[in-house]
């Protein structure tokens, strides 16, 4: 959906799309980050699929890891902070 390359492409965040299956019916659409960067000499990436079905909340949190420059390493705790907050209000 989204993706933007910083630091001379290497480090690209990706806002992704997973079409979910229940059985024979379409369960739906839910929506990811990946994050991959080699800015430290080697190729990390970090992928969180199915983060959320809302398609604004993932806008939100893509928007929070490109403003942030946030590393694969970090991109799970990230999410989950931002998760819970948007789901406890």
Do not use: W
């Not at 630091?7 to 992704?16: H, I």
């Not at 199915?50 to 942030?68: S, W």
Request: with cysteine.
């Amino acid at each position: 959906l989204h993706t933007e390359e910083l630091a001379d492409g290497k480090l690209s965040y990706f806002l992704t799309q997973q079409q979910l299956e229940d059985g024979e019916d379409q369960g739906g659409t839910t929506y990811g980050i990946r994050v991959c960067c080699s800015l430290f000499g080697k190729q990390e990436y970090a992928e969180l699929a199915d983060i959320t079905p809302n398609l604004a909340y993932a806008q939100e949190l893509y928007e929070l890891v490109r403003l942030y420059m946030v590393t694969p390493i970090s991109l799970a705790e990230v999410a989950q902070d931002f998760i819970t907050e948007k789901y406890s209000q």
